[in-house]
């Protein structure tokens, strides 16, 4: 199953430095890109829709590293 979590950074520069952090990030193989006047990141990566989703916590934590909040 296709899984897809946008966030939301306080600035642009906040977004580019979550997103160049998960390019060369080896929790999981997750595809993202800025979107929503940059200031936005939308992740996608595949979950087999068994059991805890420990790609999305992971992805939450690094998120809130940077200040970000899914939206």
Not at 37 to 53: A, L, P, Q
Not at 54 to 69: F, H, I, M, N, R
Request: glycine fraction near 4%; hydrophobic fraction near 35%.
């Amino acid at each position: 199953m296709q899984t897809e979590i946008s966030y939301s950074f306080p600035s642009a520069p906040v977004a580019n430095r979550f997103l160049n952090e998960l390019k060369h990030w080896s929790v999981a193989d997750v595809k993202a890109k800025l979107f929503n006047n940059s200031d936005s990141v939308k992740v996608t990566y595949e979950f087999d829709g068994k059991g805890f989703d420990y790609t999305c916590s992971e992805l939450d934590d690094l998120a809130s590293k940077y200040d970000g909040q899914e939206v």
